[in-house]
Nanobody
Framework: QVQLVESGGGLVQTGGSLRLSCAASGTTFTIFYSNVMGWYRQAPGKQRELVASISTGDRTNYVDSVKGRFTISRDNGKKTVFLQMNSLKPEDTAVYYC??????????WGQGTQVTVSS
C-alpha cells in the first residue's frame, strides 16, 4: 500500500517562503516515475484543489493563483515531490497534500501539512 507523507508546513508571515516535501513509500521507482504528481490544497470550507503538477518529463503546470510564486519539482530516485512556495499570501493558507494528478486512480491521501500565512 502506497503511503504519502507530507512535511514542511508551518506559520509564516505574508511574503515569506516555505518548502514542502512529500515522500512516497510502498511503491517502486518505476511506478512513482510513471505518474504525474501534484500538490493539492484544501482551505477551510473549500474543496480540495490541484495547485501544481509535474509530469514524468518534468513538465509543470500551475493554477493561475500560484503562477510565478510556487515551483514544483520531483526527485524520482527518492520518490519525493517538492513544492517551493515564495511570496506567500494569506489566501494560500490551507492543508497541502500531494498525490497522483491527471488520473482518477489516486493513492491513499496522506495527513497533509498545514500552511498558515499571517497578514
Amino acid at each position: 500500500q502506497v503511503q504519502l507523507v507530507e512535511s514542511g508546513g508551518g506559520l509564516v508571515q505574508t511574503g515569506g517562503s516555505l518548502r514542502l516535501s512529500c515522500a512516497a513509500s510502498g511503491t517502486t521507482f518505476t511506478i512513482f516515475y510513471s505518474n504525474v504528481m501534484g500538490w493539492y490544497r484544501q482551505a477551510p470550507g473549500k474543496q480540495r484543489e490541484l495547485v501544481a503538477s509535474i509530469s514524468t518529463g518534468d513538465r509543470t503546470n500551475y493554477v493561475d493563483s500560484v503562477k510565478g510564486r510556487f515551483t514544483i519539482s520531483r526527485d524520482n530516485g527518492k520518490k519525493t515531490v517538492f513544492l517551493q512556495m515564495n511570496s506567500l499570501k494569506p489566501e494560500d493558507t490551507a492543508v497541502y497534500y500531494c498525490n497522483v494528478a491527471g488520473s482518477m486512480n489516486k493513492w491513499p491521501w496522506g495527513q497533509g501539512t498545514q500552511v498558515t500565512v499571517s497578514s
